[in-house]
């Protein structure tokens, strides 16, 4: 169970790293080197698709569906703690913080910081990954991480190069997202532990 705590707090404390720092000369630099790196490249930016609020609604209502048809209402309530909860946090965040998005035409009205789909995305697809794969070989979890994380990974990006965020707004939804999926795993394992006693 400690490694749980241990990400959960290396996350969040990066978090809150980035989010003291957005006025700083290294947060300014390093968004312009997120928008010269990734910025207008059409490839990453298709991939904001898989972030979009409607997919990932779509992905928890399947995922809820199908863990109610199979009684496993520990893995549904584990879906809704990341999905609604990780919403509801990021939300709440962004309105406290009041980040404005990078200057482009036809800009989004919403605050910037932390990406939601950077956020949201880490969400769904590790807890994709992390539920569907509990009883499958080490070896086919690994992959289904590695998919999710290379998923999260473009997404975040494709809002650099979409110019909806900027790099600091990614790092904080990746940084956040993976803290709040890390305490919902340690709330899985540690009811899982009493249910079997």
């Known amino acids: 169970m400690i490694i749980y705590h241990t990400l959960a707090v ?15 000369d ?16 059409s490839f990453l930016e298709f991939f904001h698709y898989l972030g979009e609020i409607w997919f990932v609604v779509l992905v928890g209502v399947v995922l809820v569906v199908y863990f109610i048809v199979k ?3 520990r893995n549904m309530t584990f879906v809704l703690f ?8 990021n939300q709440s965040i962004k309105f406290i913080v009041e980040r404005p998005r990078p200057l482009i035409p036809d800009q ?12 949201l995305s880490m969400l769904y697809m590790m807890t994709a990954a992390f539920l569907i794969t509990s009883n499958m070989t080490k070896t086919k979890k690994r992959i289904a991480f590695i998919i999710a994380g290379l998923g999260t990974f473009l997404v975040g990006l494709s809002r650099v190069a979409g110019s909806r965020h900027f790099m600091s707004d990614v790092l904080g ?8 999926f890390m305490l919902v795993i340690y709330w899985y394992m540690r009811t899982k532990k009493e249910n079997s006693l």
Do not use: C, Q
């Open 10 to 24: 290396i996350a969040f404390i990066i978090f809150i790293s980035i989010w003291l720092s957005l006025d700083t």
């Open 26 to 41: 290294f947060i300014h630099k390093l968004d312009a080197w997120g928008e010269r790196t990734f910025g207008g490249n």
């Open 71 to 73: 009684k496993r209402y």
């Open 82 to 89: 990341t999905f609604v909860g990780g919403t509801v946090v």
């Open 108 to 119: 989004l009205t919403s605050y910037s910081f932390p990406s939601g789909h950077s956020m």
């Open 173 to 180: 939804g990746w940084t956040l997202g993976f803290a709040f």
